[in-house]
Structures are given as C-alpha cells and as structure tokens.
C-alpha cells in the first residue's frame, strides 16, 4: 500500500500531466549537467528516474546512451511513450525499482528527488546504489532549503547540502560533485559514484 502522500502526488500528477511541473528550470539544469555526467559513465544504460513526460529521456538519447524511464504516474509515461520513441518506459515506486541488482551504468533523477519524505529519499537512495554497477554514476538535483511544503496538492521536500551529503554517505555514495543552481528555485545538483 502507498503511503497517503506517494498516493495524492500520484493522483496528482496523473490529473496534471506535463503541467504539473515548470520545467525551465530543470531544462537549464539538464544542459548544464548532462555532458560532466556523460562524460563519468562507463557505459550506456541509464535509467531516467522519475521520468514524468519524457523531456530529459529524449536527451539523454540525443546523448547516445541507452535509457530507459520510470515514473509512477501512468498519465505522464504515456505521454512520455507517445513522444519519445525507441526508450522503455515503466511504471514504479522509486522506494521499490523493479530492476536486478547492478543493471545500470548511470541514474539521472533531475527534479524528481524533491517529492519524496526524507525516509524515503534515504529508501530511494539505497534502490538507487542496488540498481547501480560498481562505479555507476548518479545525478540529482533537489529544491535547496529547509522543511516540506504541499502545493497544488503535491508534496515537496527542500534539502540542504550538509542533509544530503550524510544521506548520501549513509546510502554508501561517493559525492564528486555539488553545485547550486539559481533560478525561478534555488537547485542543489550532486553528482556522485557508486
């Protein structure tokens, strides 16, 4: 059983689809950090964790690498399914990945991270280390600051740097990268190896 808060954000975001985010910021963020991510992999296959729509799987193939996206709202993947072909896309929980252990080379979580309890960003983040091959490469980039909020019935959760750094450790992470991101939000994107 979801818990009440995975439950409404699904609900939500099924209801709202692509409109449910503003994704300027999270493009900006995405040209910004693909290539150094890019460029740490040792392989192709990445997953695009918390996928929504499609607009970062569809460059992340642009980039070449073999992707595929997960998303727990069904309304999002299809529309992600209808604008970006050749990726697989699935549906899912990001505290329970429905993938073998040591399956991809990269995960890519741009704007996803936020909408998860700090209990279960530390689930996800130990889901994320399991699915990961050794020296596998993980980008996130989370709302910066402090306390959790519900807007447009969604929930959110700002993290601070010092937060994430011990969750992180705690998840068996090698932070490599952090760098904080100013726009419409203030953004703080880690990138870190397994």
Same mark, same amino acid.
């Given at each position: 059983?979801?818990?009440?808060?995975?439950?409404?954000?699904?609900?939500?975001?099924? &209801?709202?689809?692509?409109?449910?985010?503003?994704?300027?910021?999270?493009?900006?963020?995405?040209?910004?950090?693909?290539?150094?991510?890019?460029?740490?992999?040792? #392989? #192709? $296959?990445?997953?695009?964790?918390?996928?929504?729509? #499609?607009?970062?799987?569809? &460059?992340?193939?642009?980039? @070449? *690498?073999?992707?595929?996206?997960?998303?727990?709202?069904?309304?999002?993947? =299809?529309? =992600?399914?209808?604008?970006?072909?050749?990726?697989?896309? %699935?549906?899912?929980?990001?505290?329970?990945?429905?993938?073998?252990?040591?399956?991809?080379? #990269?995960? %890519? =979580?741009?704007?996803?991270?936020?909408?998860?309890?700090?209990?279960? *960003?530390? $689930?996800?983040?130990?889901?994320?280390?399991?699915?990961? $091959?050794?020296?596998?490469?993980?980008?996130?980039?989370?709302?910066?600051?402090?306390?959790?909020?519900?807007?447009?019935?969604?929930?959110? @959760? &700002?993290?601070?740097?010092?937060?994430?750094?011990?969750?992180?450790?705690?998840?068996?992470? @090698?932070?490599?990268? &952090?760098?904080?991101?100013?726009?419409?939000? $203030?953004?703080?994107? *880690?990138? =870190?190896?397994?």
């Amino acid at each position: 059983m979801m818990d009440d808060y995975v439950a409404k954000n699904k609900e939500t975001f099924d &209801r709202l689809g692509s409109a449910a985010t503003d994704v300027d910021d999270l493009i900006k963020i995405t040209l910004q950090e693909l290539p150094a991510f890019q460029m740490l992999l040792a #392989g #192709g $296959k990445v997953l695009d964790l918390g996928c929504g729509v #499609g607009h970062d799987s569809l &460059r992340l193939k642009r980039h @070449r *690498l073999d992707v595929q996206g997960l998303d727990i709202s069904e309304a999002m993947l =299809a529309e =992600a399914k209808r604008s970006v072909e050749g990726v697989p896309f %699935w549906q899912g929980d990001f505290r329970e990945l429905p993938f073998e252990d040591n399956s991809f080379d #990269g995960v %890519w =979580a741009n704007g996803t991270l936020f909408y998860v309890t700090p209990e279960d *960003l530390g $689930k996800t983040l130990s889901e994320v280390v399991r699915i990961l $091959k050794p020296s596998g490469v993980f980008f996130a980039s989370f709302l910066q600051g402090e306390g959790d909020y519900t807007l447009d019935s969604l929930y959110f @959760r &700002r993290y601070s740097v010092e937060e994430l750094d011990s969750m992180y450790r705690q998840a068996g992470f @090698r932070t490599i990268d &952090r760098a904080q991101t100013a726009g419409g939000e $203030k953004y703080i994107s *880690l990138t =870190a190896v397994k």
